[in-house]
C-alpha cells in the first residue's frame, strides 16, 4: 500500500487561505490520478478535485474558482491551494491516489490509497 500523508489543515476565518500537501514515496505517484476529498460527520465523502498525470485538473462546482490543485511529479506532492474559504467547506480532507488510471481521474471510482485526513475549519 502506498502511504499517503496530507498536511496543512487548520482553523481559519471566511475570505482566507490554505494549502493543503499530499506526499508519498511510492514509485507510482506520477502515473496515478490523484484527488482531494473531504467529508463532514453524517455525510459521504465527496469530490473536491482531481488531477489527471498530465496536470489537467477537475473541480466540484461548489470549489471551482476558489480552489486550485496541482502536482509536483519530481517531489511526489499534490497540493490543493484553497482561497475565499467558506464556512461550508469546514471539513475532513483526504487526499487519494488511483494508480489504474492517467486520465479522466474526475470520473474513476478506484480510488484506493487514502490519507489520514487534514481538518480544515473555516469560521468566524
Known amino acids: 500500500q502506498v502511504p499517503l500523508v496530507e498536511s496543512g489543515g487548520g482553523s481559519v476565518q471566511p475570505g482566507g487561505s490554505l494549502r493543503l500537501s499530499c506526499s508519498t514515496s511510492g514509485s507510482t505517484f506520477s502515473s496515478s490520478c490523484m484527488g482531494w476529498f473531504r467529508q463532514t460527520p453524517g455525510k459521504e465523502r465527496d469530490r473536491v478535485a482531481t488531477?489527471?498525470?498530465?496536470?489537467?485538473?477537475a473541480y466540484a462546482t461548489s470549489v471551482k474558482g476558489r480552489f486550485t490543485i496541482s502536482r509536483d511529479n519530481a517531489k511526489n506532492t499534490m497540493y490543493l491551494q484553497m482561497d475565499n474559504l467558506k464556512p461550508e467547506d469546514s471539513a475532513m480532507y483526504y487526499c487519494?491516489?488511483?494508480?489504474?488510471?492517467?486520465?479522466?481521474?474526475?470520473?474513476?471510482?478506484?480510488?484506493?490509497?487514502w490519507g489520514q485526513g487534514t481538518r480544515v475549519t473555516v469560521s468566524s
Open positions: 488531477i489527471d498525470t498530465d496536470g489537467s485538473p
Open positions: 487519494a491516489a488511483d494508480p489504474s488510471a492517467v486520465e479522466w481521474c474526475y470520473l474513476t471510482d478506484n480510488y484506493n490509497y
